[in-house]
Nanobody
Framework: QVQFVESGGGSVQPGGSLRLSCAASGSINDIYAMGWARQAPGNEREVVATAISGGRTTYLDSVKGRFTISRDNAKNTVYLQMNSLKPEDTAVYYC???????????WGQGTQVTVSS
């Protein structure tokens, strides 16, 4: 069983910023990657950003230059700094972790991000 504590979601005006954080604990000792995905109503879930062990990061094209992912390996925690937010960024954001030993993925419960004037 893997538990996640997600925080930082909320409502913001276009152009504003939010910082999401997610801490993983429980039956996961070797995390290969942690990241964030999002799902807006009527849309499929899409991976927004991933922080891979060794320092590599990947981003969805539409958030490049606006979002920054970082990871604290000692705390099994991942952060997503979101700047210059747009209404199209509105979605439920889900934290995930990929277990390096089993290659199983685990998901958080999600946190709502709303960008609206």
């Amino acid at each position: 069983q893997v538990q996640f504590v997600e925080s930082g979601g909320g409502s913001v005006q276009p152009g504003g910023s939010l910082r999401l954080s997610c801490a993983a604990s429980g039956s996961i000792n070797d995390i290969y990657a942690m990241g964030w995905a999002r799902q807006a109503p009527g849309n499929e879930r899409e991976v927004v950003a991933t922080a891979i062990s060794g320092g590599r990061t990947t981003y969805l094209d539409s958030v490049k230059g606006r979002f920054t992912i970082s990871r604290d390996n000692a705390k099994n925690t991942v952060y997503l700094q979101m700047n210059s937010l747009k209404p199209e960024d509105t979605a439920v954001y889900y934290c995930y972790a990929l277990d390096g030993a089993t290659m199983n993925g685990h998901w958080g419960q999600g946190t709502q991000v709303t960008v609206s004037s």
